[in-house]
């Protein structure tokens, strides 16, 4: 049931996708019924829970299973739901490609896109600048929301593209048999898998991941990308795209975000930073050795005889004696005449010796082949350590190629590389530093009051200020060399060391959260210049909660005004807005209201000041985080806030569901950059002043209900607790950061991913609509039909709602139901019964303010992803109804955990998150 994530494209062949399916689960049946020694017998329990006709039928069941039993119906109850998942996924790609060869409409594609543009009356001349300005950033992030070990999500992978192959029309027999085993292996290599992670994941593990996805997937999605968008410009724009461009680049958070999280250590940056250029030296060397293959043409510029001159003597006198070792073909040297292979060989040879640097650095090993303690350059020649040094070499290639006539194969591999080292630069990633506000004030505490200048934390946001800019324009140094410190205090300054190191190339923005204040962004500013920061990073503001966003743009003005600041951004600056912990603080519709108001003040302020303005979108994956389709979330942002410039979160599972698998990497590269273009060529308009009254109002009740309800309530905490599998999810090992920023405090403390997490699993998922129902019944009874018009002709409002609903269909108020009669104690029980009440009430007047007659009446391809699932995900929710029910009962007896029931409990948390495509 997931949140669709991409664009509803072409109708998905639904007899198709059930065919499929049944194929994937009668392969999973037949592979249960050989592998387990009563198979038969477990495969026919299993049909019997999920073919029982209600929940009572399969709450008696349930209820009869022995802990093993009911450990191996959870298990396949999960890859059940899994297959599904990849069935579907397999024909969205397949449905989109049907689409393009028929030549039928694909909204938010390159060619529909630009061709409405034109309609509009928008010029082709504006289209192209549009284009070849625009610049989106998609930042992956380590947010523990992916349940599924990448072992799993590997083989599902494979799945797919197994079914893929199958579906082609031109296999032989024999390549059609060996497709059949192959999927029949996978299965089986599924089903034999521990689903379960047994440990958590280090940090270094997490950006192993990333990587993953980023090597196995992106690497190639972005310059096939490039072609399909530069196809389509020439068509409707008259013109190629130039040679270097890309309008889409990576960062990351995966060993660079500390926020609340110890594990993120400076040490671990920056071998993350290292394992990034040796992975990317890696694939530029496999890249450069088949170019060194393809560029035999002898016809070539004089200046690029010039240059292959100048690297054969080089090559003669300075090249390492260990390179010749590693090569089969050209060891003896390259002929004079291919000065294209002449100097790709160099570039060669420096990617070796710069991925072996890297390896080195990573493992500690010293920088010497021979024993002996050379210098590094002695050791590995000259390695590549800026873009622009690999770049000039392919470049001179390029215009040599285009110059001679041959431009076709110029325009191959070759101009895919260039493009790639637009993208990926040597890095793969720009790694983000995050770190919480009030660990700098606390450096810059200790450092002043070694000094005996007084203490920092206790002055006043004038002091601070003064004094910041002063030490700012300061020559002499702030830290004394022989500075004392914590171990708390020591980490943040290393940090800032390793910053100093890493330099650029290898880091993006310092982002700084919980910034409330010009002195939390002054006092990074400071901590890079006094650690030896040559060429800062860019700092980036953070506004989380409710209050800093309304705050957000007299921080900035603040900042604004002081003239060394506006002299630092050079008229750049970059704000980041939370999703998450604003909707956690206040509920999701006052969230979006205040974010999307927050957008706007700070837009009109930059364009005040003449500065450029990049909004950094800290969305999570679900409605309750800020997530949902990427093009209503980039068509329903304010007018004018986006000018071609964006940058947004990817996090946990949603990494896989973007980017898991070509054919959806490649359509979600193509809906960030339509959408971004639309929004920034034909934004909607500015609404009536008079529905932002409304939205005013609705927001304020729709707050109050939010935080009467979950801070005011007395026994909310304890009714969540009892309610949901909150305080087990602890057991999935899921990430490496703890759920809570401290270990004291109730809801506050709690991090946004495991409070939406726990009431998602419930079936619930109050967090995404609490408040919601409240607020559009009282908006109603006041301004129906302005209400309906806003529904109508305002994109935020349509969004807003719609995205309510969508949640209001996968919630289940019969199985939340279950979990308040079966864990819940009876004097909290009805705060449970009165949440379920006001569940069906939202769901009530949502259909009152959509006209619709059901929930999501108009998405199709929800509505089949539920009916799909529906069968499997109730009873494992009712099976993890009755584990819990009976793990609790036993650690209230002091009896020994059951080590099956709680594998149980994790197996169908993992389900349910598959059930329902998302966890937080």
Not at 304 to 322: C, D, G, H, N
Not at 574 to 586: H, L, N, P, T, W
Not at 656 to 674: K, M, N, S, W
Not at 726 to 742: C, D, H, T, V, Y
Request: glycine share 6%; aromatic share 6%; net charge neutral.
């Amino acid at each position: 049931m997931a949140d669709v994530t991409g664009v509803s494209d072409c109708d998905v062949d639904v007899g198709a996708l059930n065919a499929s399916i049944a194929k994937l689960e009668g392969l999973l049946g037949r592979a249960i019924i050989d592998l387990e020694e009563d198979g038969l017998t477990l495969h026919r329990k299993v049909e019997e829970v999920i073919s029982a006709s209600d929940i009572k039928q399969v709450q008696e069941l349930v209820k009869t299973l022995e802990s093993k039993e009911a450990l191996r119906v959870a298990r396949v109850i999960s890859h059940h739901l899994n297959l599904a998942n990849v069935a579907e996924t397999h024909h969205r790609v397949t449905s989109t490609r049907k689409c393009v060869m028929k030549g039928q409409p694909l909204k938010y594609s390159c060619e529909d896109t630009l061709k409405e543009l034109l309609e509009k009356g928008i010029s082709k001349e504006k289209i192209y600048e549009a284009i070849c300005e625009q610049n989106v950033e998609l930042v992956l992030t380590a947010h523990p929301t992916q349940v599924m070990r990448r072992t799993l999500l590997s083989k599902n992978n494979k799945i797919a593209a197994t079914l893929a192959k199958i579906a082609s029309s031109d296999l032989t027999p024999f390549e059609r048999s060996e497709a059949e085993h192959e999927l029949k292996r996978e299965i089986t290599g599924s089903w034999l898998t521990d689903e379960i992670r047994r440990r958590k994941p280090t940090p270094d593990e997490e950006a192993m991941g990333g990587f993953a996805v980023l090597e196995q997937n992106l690497w190639n999605s972005i310059p096939a990308f490039v072609r399909l968008l530069d196809l389509a410009v020439q068509k409707h724009c008259g013109r190629a795209l130039p040679p270097g461009f890309v309008n889409i680049r990576f960062g990351s958070w995966m060993g660079g975000d500390r926020d609340g999280n110890d594990n993120v250590t400076a040490e671990v940056t920056r071998r993350v930073c290292y394992f990034a250029r040796w992975i990317t030296a890696d694939l530029y060397y496999k890249e450069i050795d088949a170019l060194l293959f393809e560029l035999s043409m002898f016809r070539k510029t004089p200046e690029l005889v010039a240059v292959a001159e100048q690297v054969s003597i080089k090559r003669k006198t300075s090249r390492p004696k260990y390179l010749t070792t590693l090569y089969k073909e050209f060891r003896e040297g390259i002929p004079e005449k291919e000065a294209y292979r002449i100097i790709l060989a160099e570039a060669r040879d420096r990617l070796l010796m710069t991925k072996r640097k890297y390896e080195d650095l990573i493992t500690g090993a010293h920088p010497d082949f021979n024993g002996s303690r050379e210098s590094q350059k002695e050791s590995y020649g000259h390695t590549y350590e800026t873009v622009d040094e690999l770049k000039e070499k392919l470049h001179l290639c390029y215009n040599s190629l285009i110059h001679v006539g041959a431009i076709e194969v110029a325009n191959g591999r070759l101009l895919d590389v260039m493009r790639r080292l637009d993208c990926f630069g040597l890095t793969l990633v720009r790694l983000d530093i995050r770190q919480e506000a009030t660990r700098h004030t606390e450096v810059l505490d200790a450092i002043t009051q070694y000094l005996g200048i007084g203490s920092y934390e206790q002055w006043d946001e004038n002091t601070r200020v003064k004094f910041l800019i002063n030490e700012l324009q300061s020559r002499r140094p702030l830290i004394p060399h022989n500075f004392p410190s914590t171990p708390r205090v020591k980490e943040v300054l290393d940090t800032f060391h390793v910053v100093a190191l890493l330099g650029p190339e290898s880091l993006g923005a310092y982002v700084i959260s919980m910034c409330t204040t010009p002195s939390d962004i002054l006092a990074v500013e400071l901590l890079q210049k006094e650690t030896g920061a040559l060429k800062p990073l860019r700092v980036v503001p953070l506004f989380e909660t409710v209050d800093d966003l309304q705050t957000a743009a007299k921080t900035m003005r603040n900042l604004f005004e002081i003239p060394w600041y506006l002299n630092r951004i050079a008229g750049k600056q970059e704000v980041m807005i939370g999703y998450s912990d604003s909707a956690k603080d206040a509920g999701r519709l006052t969230s979006a209201w205040e974010l999307y108001k927050a957008q706007e003040e700070i837009t009109a302020l930059c364009r005040e000041f003449k500065i450029k303005v990049t909004l950094f979108h800290g969305r999570g994956g679900t409605v309750g985080r800020g997530g949902g389709p990427t093009y209503l979330a980039i068509s329903s942002q304010p007018p004018g806030s986006l000018e071609g410039s964006l940058r947004v979160t990817e996090q946990g599972e949603m990494i896989d569901a973007q980017f898991g698998q070509p054919g959806i990497a490649l359509r979600t590269l193509e809906v960030y950059t339509t959408a971004t273009l639309k929004a920034t060529l034909s934004p909607p308009s500015p609404p009536p002043q008079r529905w932002r009254e409304i939205m005013d109002e609705l927001a304020t009740t729709a707050c109050s209900t939010y935080r009467n309800v979950v801070r005011e309530t007395p026994n909310f905490v304890r009714y969540f607790q009892q309610s949901t599998p909150q305080a087990e999810l602890g057991f999935l090992n899921i990430g490496s950061r703890p759920s809570k920023r401290s270990i004291q405090g109730g809801i506050e403390s709690l991090r946004a991913i495991p409070w939406i997490f726990a009431f998602t699993q419930s079936r619930l998922l109050l967090p995404s609509w609490l408040g919601v129902g409240e607020a559009l019944r009282e908006g109603m009874a006041q301004h129906e039909e302005e209400m309906k018009a806003m529904y109508n002709e305002w994109p935020f409002f349509q969004t807003t709602i719609d995205l309510v609903e969508m949640v209001l269909s996968k919630a289940d108020a019969d199985i939340a139901a279950r979990y308040n009669e079966l864990l819940v104690s009876a004097e909290d029980r009805p705060l449970g019964e009165e949440l379920i009440k006001r569940f069906r009430e939202t769901v009530e007047i949502i259909l009152k303010v959509t006209g619709h007659k059901a929930l999501q009446e108009s998405n199709s391809v929800l509505q089949n992803s539920i009916k799909i699932r529906r069968g499997y995900v109730s009873p494992i929710n009712l099976l993890q109804a009755e584990v819990l029910q009976r793990l609790r009962t036993a650690k209230k007896l002091e009896q020994p955990v059951d080590d099956v029931l709680m594998d149980t409990l994790i197996i169908t948390i993992n389900g349910i998150a598959a059930g329902m495509r998302n966890t937080g």
